[in-house]
């Protein structure tokens, strides 16, 4: 089963506004990882936060992470239509190391 | 710096035929993964190593082996291809407790 679940699944905006996207976990994590596709493309990272930050910011970029309930949040400021991806979390193990994406949120920003 | 790469960036199987898939990384990681992409489904972990020689089973590694013989290069085979492993693979390292990068990806189909 997937570690982390995305949620929205699908989100569109206008440019301009802010879009923020939240991921569920399941099990005790080193670290949350954010990352973009492009369509066609390969990931690429975003964001690392660690389970002892709260809070991590980078650019329009801002990441939350509540260990106690298991959820991260990403939010986008001032969305371009550059920013249409998809976007995903992935947990990496406290245990074990391994690192589990979830299915991800599609994000469409509109003109 | 080439990052990660990935070879060949297309290719079309007949059923029962053998390929591999290579991925090299020139950042000197110990980790490395081999990922299958599907519409929906986000990424599935295949194989993956955890440093030169060893390999280990990811969540759905049935009809896929893999080998790493030196540490920049992780192949990828399919010693008889099914039309279910069309997809697109993903290569992807990192170090330990890192973020991921990615290669470009393989788009494989088979017929």
């Known amino acids: 089963s997937q570690q982390g679940e995305e949620d929205p699944q699908a989100l569109s905006i206008q440019e301009g506004e802010n879009a923020t996207m939240n991921c569920s976990y399941k099990t005790s994590i080193n670290n949350l990882q954010w990352y973009r596709q492009n369509s066609g493309r390969g990931l690429v990272h975003l964001i690392l936060?660690?389970?002892?930050?709260r809070e991590k910011h980078s650019g329009r970029l801002r990441v939350t992470l509540d260990t106690s309930k298991k959820s991260s949040s990403l939010l986008i400021t001032a969305s371009r239509a550059a920013d249409t991806a998809s976007y995903f979390c992935?947990?990496?193990?406290?245990?074990?190391?391994?690192?589990?994406f979830g299915k991800g949120t599609r994000l469409h920003i509109l003109p | 710096n080439a990052g990660v790469t990935q070879t060949p960036k297309f290719r079309v199987l007949k059923t029962g035929q053998s390929m591999t898939l290579l991925c090299a990384q020139d950042m000197n990681h110990e980790y490395m993964y081999w990922y299958r992409q599907d519409p929906g489904m986000g990424l599935r972990l295949i194989h993956y190593s955890v440093g030169e020689g060893t390999t280990a089973k990811g969540e759905v590694p049935d009809g896929y082996n893999v080998s790493r013989l030196k540490k920049q290069n992780f192949l990828l085979g399919l010693e008889s291809a099914a039309p279910s492993q069309t997809s697109v693979y993903f290569c992807a390292s990192r170090r330990l407790r890192n973020e991921q990068y990615f290669g470009p990806g393989t788009r494989l189909t088979v017929t």
């Open positions: 936060i660690r389970s002892n930050e």
């Open positions: 992935a947990t990496v193990s406290d245990r074990d190391d391994k690192i589990i």
